[in-house]
Structure formats: structure tokens, C-alpha cells
């Protein structure tokens, strides 16, 4: 139904950037929310940032200042660019998608396969 390819995770110095991005792809009529979420070692999941079809967004307090998430439409694209990036920031990021398939009238939530971000001198 609906596939996230994420890329761009890796190992970086504290002060450095990183930018993730996700494409998703499949028989959608339309996506609304995307998003990243991340999983630090021994705690649960959690919202890194988000933003709308139209291009709002909402991030955590620890992200904001330093991350930025933007989408490309037309590519069924979204991206995390992270700069200024904090040992505290090492975890797994997932993808998240809110989309509508074709022949089902409502919105499921879609979750990539996560990408490791490891922030480490």
C-alpha cells in the first residue's frame, strides 16, 4: 500500500548537520501529516518535528532553533535537516505519514523502517 524509504542517517560530531529525508510511495490518494519521530536508546518514540500538506509544522522544544522540516508535494518527500546536532539527539528517526489509499476513505498512520542518528565525538 503506502512504502517510506528513509536515508541520510549516520555518525557525525556533536556540532554537526545531518539532513534525513523520506519518500513515500504507493496507491495514495493523498498524504496530510508527515513527520519524524525518534527513539533514543531505553525510551519510547517520540515527535522530533511535523508538518502539513499546506506546510505548517510543529516541533519538539528540543529540536526547535536547530531543526528544520520542509516536504516537496510532488514528490511525496519529506525532510529533516538537523544542524547544531547534541549527543541527546542519537537515537533511531522514523518516518511518519498520514495518508489515505486508494479505496479507503480514511486516513492510517504509515511508519518508515528508521534511520540510526548517532551524535558522538
Known amino acids: 500500500q503506502v512504502q517510506l524509504v528513509e536515508s541520510g542517517g549516520g555518525l557525525v560530531q556533536p556540532g554537526g548537520s545531518l539532513r534525513l529525508s523520506c519518500a513515500a510511495s504507493?496507491?495514495?490518494?493523498?498524504?496530510?501529516?508527515m513527520g519524524w519521530y525518534r527513539q533514543a536508546p531505553g525510551k519510547g518514540r517520540e515527535l522530533v518535528a511535523a508538518?502539513?500538506?499546506?506546510?505548517?509544522?510543529n516541533s519538539a522544544d528540543s529540536a526547535k532553533g536547530r531543526f528544520t522540516i520542509s516536504r516537496e508535494n510532488a514528490k511525496n518527500t519529506v525532510y529533516l535537516q538537523m544542524n547544531s546536532l547534541k549527543p541527546e539527539d542519537t537515537g533511531v528517526y522514523y518516518c511518519?505519514?498520514?495518508?489515505?489509499?486508494?479505496?479507503?476513505?480514511?486516513?492510517?498512520?504509515?511508519w518508515g523502517q528508521g534511520t540510526q542518528v548517532t551524535v558522538s565525538s
Open positions: 504507493g496507491s495514495m490518494s493523498s498524504i496530510n501529516a
Open positions: 508538518i502539513t500538506r499546506g506546510g505548517s509544522s
Open positions: 511518519n505519514v498520514v495518508a489515505v489509499v486508494l479505496g479507503s476513505p480514511y486516513p492510517r498512520n504509515y
